[in-house]
Every structure is written in C-alpha cells, then in structure tokens.
C-alpha cells in the first residue's frame, strides 16, 4: 500500500502533537506556563477549572481555542489510529482495507476543508476560529473568539460551513477576546 506524502506527513504532525501532550500532562514539574506562573485561577479573571483523574488544570480563555483544536485532533487521531490496524490486520479482506483506506482520505479531507474554513472565518476579522467537524455525523461545531456575533455574522458562517461542508447542522459558539 503506497501512502502520500502529505498522509504520512499529516499522521506524523498528529502523533507529534500526541505525544509532547502526554509529555507534558505526565512531567514532574507540570505544564511550562504552570511553572513561569502564568495560569491562574483567580476569580477576577475569567478561566474555567477542570479536574480529571484527580489532577486539577486550568484552563484560560485564550487557551480554550487550543484546547478544542487538541481535542478534536486527537478523536481524529484515534480513530485514523483504529483504521490503520483495520488496514494492517492480517485477517482484513481486501474490501475491509479498501474501505478503511477510503475513511482516512475522508478523514483527511475533512480536516483540510476544517483548516481552509477556519481561516476563511480569520479573514472576515475574527481574532481565531476552530471548525470542528464530526466524522461520524453531518454535526459541525464552529468556535469564534470575538466580543458578540449578530445575527447576520453566524448566518454568515453557517453559509460558509454549508458551501464548503454540504451541511447545515451547524453550531456556532464565540468566546470574548482577553481584554
């Protein structure tokens, strides 16, 4: 089976983020900016808690766009993970392959049409944006840091995600900018 190089290059990139996620999740010392002090949960400023396993992180505002571009990315990740064993069990028949195949480069697809919305939301004057896209479902979530959204700017990037996505089940969130 002959893999393109931008497949290879995009499993690569994934497993990267994977793995210093890990690493940072599971060092001594914690998250970097946890060392330099710079997350904080005071109640004056606005940022979200959340405790997993019994550990306790903090989340800032300008981080949440991060945190959902991770998220995303690695559900992706594991299911990309679960097909290419499907690919390579030695017990797959040849149409199993062939539709396993088919998933990733739809997969594949998927988060490049993800990645040219996003910056397409950007280039309207949004400080960012994450398009997350369900594999499983015609569901899309867009997040959107700006102060308020009116009407006509979420029907604006409803329009945007059902020419580029073919589906309207779309919702979009926004988050104010630090500031």
């Known amino acids: 089976m002959v893999l393109k190089k931008q497949t290879v290059w995009l499993l690569t990139m994934l497993s990267l983020i994977v793995v210093l996620s890990v690493y940072y999740v599971t060092s001594p010392g914690g998250a970097p900016a946890d060392q330099a002090g710079l997350l904080t949960n005071n109640k004056d400023e606005k ?9 306790t992180s903090t989340v800032a505002p300008e981080d949440r ?9 690695e559900s992706r990740h594991d299911l990309e993970k679960k097909l290419q064993a499907e690919m390579t069990d030695k017990g797959s028949d040849a149409q199993a ?3 396993a195949y088919d998933q990733i480069q739809a ?16 280039s309207k004057g949004y400080e960012d944006a994450v398009v997350a896209a369900s594999e499983t479902s015609s569901d899309v979530n867009v997040y959107v840091k700006a102060d308020s959204l009116s009407n006509k700017q979420v029907n604006e990037i409803i329009a945007m995600v059902y020419k580029e996505l073919g589906t309207d089940n779309v919702r979009v969130t926004y988050e104010k900018s630090k500031g």
């Open 97 to 99: 392959v062939s539709k």
């Open 47 to 55: 940022s979200s808690a959340k405790k997993e396993n019994g550990l």
């Open 65 to 73: 766009f991060a945190e959902y571009r991770l998220q995303r990315d």
């Open 107 to 122: 997969i594949n697809a998927l988060a490049n049409k993800e990645k040219i919305l996003e910056d397409m939301i950007m």
